[in-house]
């Protein structure tokens, strides 16, 4: 049997976990799983069935199209989908009974349209912008978007089925924007319910606000990074023993030695100050790993950590074997959960400046994605 060369795999055993302990936590609030972009790289279809299996009754994901891709792969559960452009395939979104959400009046037109043609009513969720100033109403048209709803409501055209918003600063928990943004979300609310609409859903909270502030669940929370065992506030979060689903595999394709003086990769960015071994790690970053962790990062090899040396380039880069010399083929654990020793998503991402959503939602590239479930994982 041969090996893949380099692999993304990913313990669906660890998703159920992460998606019972997250949904325990918030009950009676209920848990939508977001699994938009790939699943944040974990591969959205397979993804979705573990969080259904585990009972989750929503999932979330940005477009259109990657809830039609989950209903090709068999699911037929409920779906909200909050990232749309103007002239968006609402006919389909209906016929396929997707709840959509509007941001704007104009928004909420085009799918009552939609609704007109399909003789299907729309299940439509209206998101306010409490101060995220991303997508969703502004509060100073709020009353009007409310308004067109509720006139669209009575016209048999489309159902309110949830209010929702975004907080902007959720992994802090102390930072004063979120008790701000939850009193504007709440004022939005009481209009909403004046103009007559009685929505099953609100909703406020993703990942760090579901874990961290118990008050802002209301009746639904959105959990992307968490559902992963990602932690989405790094040394905030109390420990709920959440599994990181992802490691990255691969292998050395050569080990050799170096000696004193020698400069490693592009640019000869480090210089080995004496006689070492190094191997050759044949990922780049047309694999999604962060050029920016060069001369930063490392991987697992042989019981070791192993420091990555040199600029990462586009196929592979070159770790310090520190005068070891493991054969070609040895393996690369690049980061997994963390529980041998090996780095994580989340140490790549300190190393590289960023947070660990975008290490494992850009990881991809050339290397295959492989689904692997031990059971109960946790
Ligand atoms: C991506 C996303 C989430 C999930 O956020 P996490 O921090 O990963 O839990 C929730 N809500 C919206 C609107 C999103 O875009």
């Not at 409920?78 to 928004?107: F, K, M």
């Not at 006139?151 to 102390?174: C, K, M, N, Q, Y």
């Amino acid at each position: 049997m041969t090996r893949p060369r380099a692999s993304i795999s990913v313990e669906l055993g660890a998703i159920r976990h992460n998606v019972e302990v997250l949904a325990r936590l918030v009950a009676p609030s209920a848990l939508m799983v977001v699994v938009k972009a790939d699943g944040y790289g974990h591969g959205m279809v397979p993804v979705a069935h573990a969080a259904r299996q585990a009972g989750a009754p929503w999932l979330g994901v940005a477009t259109i199209d990657e809830a039609l891709q989950l209903r090709r792969g068999g699911d037929s559960g409920r779906v909200l989908c909050w990232l749309t452009v103007p002239g968006e395939d609402y006919d389909t979104a209906l016929r396929e009974d997707l709840d959509v959400t509007a941001y704007s009046a104009a928004e909420l037109d085009e799918i009552a349209a939609a609704a007109e043609r399909t003789g299907i009513a729309a299940r439509v969720q209206l998101k306010v912008d409490t101060g995220l100033s991303r997508g969703g109403s502004p509060t100073a048209v709020w009353p009007d978007l409310v308004e067109e709803a509720r006139r669209l409501e009575t016209a048999g055209l489309v159902r309110i089925t949830g209010i929702w918003s975004h907080f902007a600063t959720s992994d802090e928990p102390d930072h004063p924007a979120s008790d701000a943004q939850q009193k504007v979300f709440d004022e939005a609310l009481d209009v909403a319910f004046d103009a007559g609409l009685r929505p099953e859903l609100r909703h406020l909270a993703n990942s760090a606000a579901a874990i961290l502030r118990p008050g802002a669940r209301y009746d639904l929370v959105r959990c992307g990074i968490a559902a992963y065992g990602l932690d989405p506030a790094p040394g905030r979060t109390p420990d709920l023993g959440l599994v990181p689903a992802m490691s990255v595999v691969t292998q050395l394709a050569m080990v050799k030695p170096l000696r004193a003086g020698d400069s490693v990769s592009y640019g000869h960015t480090w210089t080995a100050d004496r006689d070492t071994t190094v191997g050759l790690v044949p990922v780049g970053y047309a694999e999604g790993i962060p050029r920016h962790a060069g001369n930063r990062a490392h991987v697992w090899v042989a019981g070791k950590r192993r420091p990555v040396r040199g600029r990462v380039c586009m196929d592979q880069f070159v770790v310090d074997l520190d005068g070891d010399l493991p054969e070609a083929g040895e393996q690369v654990l690049v980061f997994g959960p963390g529980t041998a020793g090996e780095p994580t998503a989340q140490d790549w991402a300190e190393a590289s400046e960023t947070i660990s959503y975008e290490i494992v939602a850009r990881i991809g590239g050339r290397m295959s994605l492989l689904h692997v479930d031990s059971g109960e994982v946790g």
